[in-house]
């Protein structure tokens, strides 16, 4: 099994551009979710998914939108890119939001300039 | 105050020692508790869930005290490659929806394992 897949795996964009990281899993999970890891704040969320269709905001959701079209994929867009949105960005999956253990993708490393 | 709160370390113990973390929650209503493990510029990997019990894992126990709050993990017989972050996760109440909880991560706390 490939567990969950990030893609890509380091991006550097321009203040404004716009770009997705992509996420998908392949364990059959209802419940998705966005985090971003910066120095001295550890994983924060940012928007997540209870199911295909379904997605609420997390703590850190300015900036960012989702979508969950199917149960496997879960794309994070970044609409205009700000130097404050620089961090490592993991997606994770799991059976339910809160009793199971989550599953990491190995995260994508995002610079703004 | 921080939801779930972890000193960041680092501790430093030399290979074969025994070594445990402690983690602080302040939401009584939290119900699941993990510890997850963290390598240089990797992603998180569950180590461990937490039972109101205490759980053993080999060379790992997990111990949850309610009524204080806190959440420790201790490793015996330390070896180099348990050098990482360790995280402590709980799962707090989310009133703001009225829907079921969602995780919290510590900051974690890193540990180095040295000769």
């Known amino acids: 099994n490939a567990g969950v897949t990030q893609t890509p795996k380091f991006q550097v964009l321009k203040t404004g551009q716009s770009m997705t990281l992509q996420c998908a899993q392949d364990m059959n999970h209802e419940y998705m979710s966005w985090y971003r890891q910066d120095p001295g704040m550890g994983l924060r969320l940012i928007h997540y998914s209870v199911g295909a269709g379904i997605t609420d905001q997390g703590e850190v959701p300015n900036g960012y939108n989702v979508s969950r079209s199917t149960t496997e994929d879960f794309p994070l867009r970044l609409l205009s890119a700000a130097p404050s949105q620089t961090s490592v960005y993991f997606c994770a999956s799991s059976r339910d939001r809160s009793n199971y253990g989550y599953t990491f993708g190995s995260g994508t490393r995002l610079t703004v300039v | ?115």
Do not use: H
């Open chain 2, 1 to 115: 105050r921080k939801e779930v709160e972890q000193d960041p370390g680092p501790f430093n113990v030399p290979e074969g020692a025994t070594v445990a973390f402690n983690c602080t929650y302040s939401n009584s209503a939290s119900q699941s508790f993990f510890w997850y493990r963290q390598d240089c510029r990797k992603e998180p990997k569950l180590l461990m869930s937490v039972y109101s019990s205490g759980n053993e894992d080999g060379r790992f126990t997990a111990q949850l005290n309610r009524a204080s709050q806190y959440i420790s993990l201790l490793i015996r017989d330390s070896k180099l490659s348990d050098s990482a972050t360790y995280l402590c996760v709980v799962n707090i109440p989310e009133w703001r929806t009225g829907t079921a909880s969602k995780l919290t991560f510590g900051t974690g706390t890193r540990l180095q394992v040295t000769l």
